[in-house]
């Protein structure tokens, strides 16, 4: 495995993978200002959860999704104050 480098691309794929959850929290986290700007973070839920292909995604908490439903949530509630 040394020989290999099997570690070193271990290592690479967990940056990877960490930098991936990081960019999805920091997506989810993004409070939309407007409806344009929640049409874009849906599209970027689509892109990093899945949705338009067939696979798997169980792996990944849908935390995109839950920011784009509690952006379009308090839209709607401000907009009827």
Same mark, same amino acid.
């Given at each position: %495995?040394?020989?290999?480098?099997?570690? +070193?691309?271990?290592?690479?794929? /967990? #940056?990877a993978c960490r930098a991936?959850?990081? @960019?999805?929290?920091?997506?989810? /986290?993004?409070? +939309?200002?407007? %409806?344009?700007? !929640?049409?874009?973070?849906?599209? !970027?839920?689509? #892109?990093? /959860?899945?949705?338009?292909?067939?696979? &798997?995604?169980g792996y990944l908490k &849908?935390?995109?999704? %839950?920011?784009? @439903? !509690?952006? !379009?949530?308090?839209?709607?509630?401000? +907009?009827?104050?």
């Open positions: %495995m040394d020989g290999s480098n099997f570690f +070193a691309t271990q290592d690479a794929h /967990e #940056v991936h959850r990081d @960019a999805r929290k920091a997506i989810a /986290e993004y409070r +939309a200002r407007d %409806m344009n700007e !929640l049409a874009h973070k849906a599209c !970027l839920v689509c #892109v990093f /959860e899945g949705g338009f292909d067939d696979k &798997p995604r &849908p935390i995109m999704a %839950m920011g784009v @439903a !509690l952006d !379009l949530a308090r839209m709607s509630t401000s +907009a009827s104050s």
